[in-house]
């Protein structure tokens, strides 16, 4: 049971870190423009993506370098003669414009990439156990998505709050025209932003990549995720999306190991119930089968009794 | 007065088309294609209420659409296994009814807010659905889904639905019914305080209606339109899958309305015809029609904000200036090139596509092996762009000309 429990809250923290990298770049860019970017998660494709055909020539490690640099300005442009034009339309606009890249991402992903799986491998350098524990086995290169996860977080969170940079970005957060009538470029900055986020959601690609599996549908399996932790840590907070991020991994991954069910809860309380009832799905529902469903569930109730996230301070 | 009469004769007009397109398209494939497109439209039309007229952007309207399906397709069972014993006529407005019960219950936390906060609850609401179907087997069927036989009711003046025509026509009178309430549910006091909430929900509020119970019945109204889509769906097809109530098929009806234009009652019918068209004919010749769609998609968002619809009413003052004619040759001077340079660059992604064929355009061999191809396909491009570019302004210029306000200004209608 201890080995267990120790393994799902390690996977669980693998999880949710990465989770982390996703949406400390979403919700960075909500903060800004308060629009919420549904091609975030096609961007982290493309990161695996073009992290993958780099690898084949140059390796693993400049993929790292390169893809995220990419992604990186490809969300800029994305800003730049995207965003901004929409802009003006409204925020339904700006919305309904992300949802179209994001289709149009993953078409173009299977246009150039094709429709089957990509085999791209974590290097050879970190192909060994870190540690054994109770006989099993954890990988150096689940523990070097930790390294990266906590880095990205520690250094995004020390130019935010104690660079130079970060303070301007911050204020051009919450006061605009401000900012710009101090003689700063708050379009620049947007642009800027976008194209950090955009970049670490192409790192966040190219570390899950090759654990995750790198195929057309990897966007949409994290998409929705990454939203629903960037509403529940409270739109535009950074901490607040570490938490959420946490939490939703480790939620997961205890679900998925436990093997508790509705039938287990009955049995504690006495209750018999027959196999043929119509009701017997509800009945033999396990934990690890409603897993997949339990970030939405929370979602909804956070929505629902506390619409600004658990650490949000906007109401919008 | 007039107005009523041109409104009765734009009916007419839509009813004789549903009822006479089979007459001049009569064959299977025809007529399968006018019943996706007549499931389309009631959704579409539902989808508008939403977010065209409400201001409410959902990412989950499939889960009433979903809903109102499977619960048709159960009905059909019911009647198969004569439990009970109606016409499948009335299936539609059980399934409707489906889709009122689950949007009252929904609708009661999630049109506290419009904007971003209903955006994620739809999502999760959806997302949520359609994991949850996939659990609970004996009601959704699991990823084999649930099929059905729609014959075994009693027939209806002697027609017992075996054939698509049949279905066809009763899909119309849906439709036809279907639109027109939803029609004049805009015209209701509920219905024009939806398009004052979307527009000014404080204000609203301040005459003293309640945003958010404006919205809860905008919402329940478009989801009982949304189940009446699913039940047509269930009774066309037979079958119905996960598919019906997950999040590509709430991506799609977005599709349709914003191509079609949202805030005008016509757009999401055209939205859904030329979707629906774009589907089943282009994926007869391509694989790469959702790459097509979703350059169109995002090409409507940056420059048609509002839609084909929204495109034609645009020339409304041109039109009742009588300076429409002015525009006709500018929009050749321009649309001929940009029409070349599209199909161009439609015609590298095919060739890039293929692997080693090569295509016959125009009684032309294209090889996609040999460089000359791509030069020649490139300097077309690049020319008809350049064109387009410089043909551009004389547009804009006749545009400004035939919108130039010379007599009295429009009367607001």
């Known amino acids: 049971m201890f080995e267990i429990l120790v393994f799902a809250t390690l996977n669980g923290l693998v999880t949710g870190l990465l989770l982390f990298m996703l949406a400390s770049g979403l919700t960075l860019i909500f903060s800004m423009m308060g629009v919420l970017n549904f091609a975030h998660a096609s961007l982290y494709m493309l990161g695996a993506y073009f992290a993958y055909s780099i690898s084949l020539y140059l390796g693993f490690w400049l993929g790292l370098l390169i893809a995220p640099l990419l992604v990186g300005v490809l969300g800029a442009l994305i800003e730049r003669y995207g965003l901004r034009r929409v802009h003006q339309h409204g925020h339904v606009a700006e919305l309904v414009f992300t949802f179209g890249l994001a289709f149009l991402i993953d078409e173009a992903v299977q246009f150039f990439w094709g429709p089957d799986t990509k085999n791209y491998q974590s290097p050879d350098v970190l192909d060994f156990p870190l540690f054994t524990l109770f006989g099993q086995e954890f990988s150096a290169y689940r523990g070097f998505m930790i390294g990266i996860s906590v880095l990205i977080f520690i250094g995004l969170y020390r130019l935010l709050t104690r660079s130079r940079v970060g303070i301007i970005i911050q204020a051009a957060i919450t006061h605009p025209h401000t900012v710009a009538n101090l003689g700063h470029n708050v379009p620049l900055i947007f642009m800027a932003v976008f194209g950090v986020g955009s970049a670490l959601a192409g790192v966040a690609g190219v570390i899950a990549g090759p654990v995750l599996t790198t195929f057309p549908g990897m966007a949409a399996v994290l998409g929705s995720i990454v939203f629903v932790i960037v509403v529940i840590g409270g739109l535009g907070s950074l901490a607040g999306a570490l938490i959420a991020s946490l939490l939703i991994g480790l939620l997961q991954s205890y679900a998925i190991a436990s093997n508790l069910g509705v039938a287990d809860l009955l049995n504690l309380l006495g209750l018999e119930f027959s196999r043929d009832h119509p009701l017997t799905d509800l009945w033999t529902l396990t934990l690890p089968q409603i897993a997949p469903i339990l970030p939405y569930l929370l979602l909804i109730l956070v929505l629902i009794f506390r619409p600004t996230g658990l650490l949000g301070n906007r109401e919008q | ?413």
């Not at chain 2, 500018?330 to 692997?355: K, Q, R």
């Not at chain 2, 080693?356 to 294209?366: A, F, G, K, N, Q």
Request: hydrophobic share 55%; glycine share 10%; proline share 3%.
């Open chain 2, 1 to 413: 007065m007039k107005k009523f009469l041109t409104k009765s004769f734009a009916w007419f007009g839509y009813l004789a088309v549903l009822l006479l397109l089979p007459q001049f398209f009569d064959s299977i494939l025809a007529v399968s294609l006018f019943n996706q497109m007549a499931i389309a439209i009631v959704f579409a039309l539902s989808y508008n209420m939403l977010l065209g007229q409400g201001g409410m952007l959902s990412f989950g309207h499939a889960v009433y659409f979903g809903l109102g399906g499977f619960l048709a397709v159960h009905a059909l069972l019911l009647i198969e296994f004569e439990t009970v014993y109606f016409s499948i006529v009335y299936i539609p407005l059980l399934a409707g009814l489906v889709g009122l019960l689950a949007a009252l219950f929904i609708g009661s936390f999630s049109t506290r807010k419009a904007g971003t906060v209903f955006a994620m609850i739809s999502l999760g609401i959806g997302e949520l659905l359609a994991a949850s179907s996939l659990i609970f087997v004996s009601f959704f069927g699991g990823e084999a889904g649930v099929s059905g036989d729609r014959t075994y009711g009693p027939p209806l003046f002697g027609v017992e639905f075996f054939q698509g025509i049949e279905i066809y026509y009763l899909a119309a009178a849906w439709v036809f019914v279907a639109t027109l309430f939803m029609y004049l549910f805009t015209q209701t006091p509920a219905g024009r305080m939806a398009n004052a909430v979307r527009d000014n929900p404080e204000r609203a509020e301040f005459i003293g209606y309640s945003a958010r119970r404006v919205r809860y019945i905008s919402f329940c109204a478009s989801g009982f339109f949304a189940g009446i889509a699913g039940g047509l769906y269930a009774l066309n097809y037979e079958f119905v899958t996960e598919e019906t109530l997950n999040a590509v098929t709430s991506g799609r009806v977005l599709l349709m309305a914003y191509i079609g234009g949202l805030g005008y009652f016509i757009g999401p019918i055209l939205g859904a015809v030329i979707l629906t068209l774009m589907n089943s004919l282009l994926s007869n010749y391509t694989d790469l029609w959702m790459l097509y769609l979703g350059i169109l998609f995002l090409l409507t968002v940056l420059f048609l904000p509002k839609g084909f619809a929204g495109f034609i009413m645009m020339h409304r003052v041109a039109w009742l200036q009588r300076r429409i004619g002015k525009l006709v040759l500018p929009y050749l001077a321009t649309g001929i090139p940009a029409m070349l340079f599209m199909a161009t660059c439609v015609l590298m992604l095919e060739l890039s596509h293929l692997e080693d064929e090569s295509l016959s355009v125009l009684s032309i061999d294209l090889s996609a092996s040999s460089p000359f191809t791509w030069i020649g396909l490139l300097l077309i491009a690049t020319i008809s762009m350049l064109v387009t570019r410089r043909t551009l302004p004389a547009l804009r210029e006749a545009w400004e000309f035939a919108n130039h306000m010379t007599d009295e200004p429009e009367s607001k209608s």
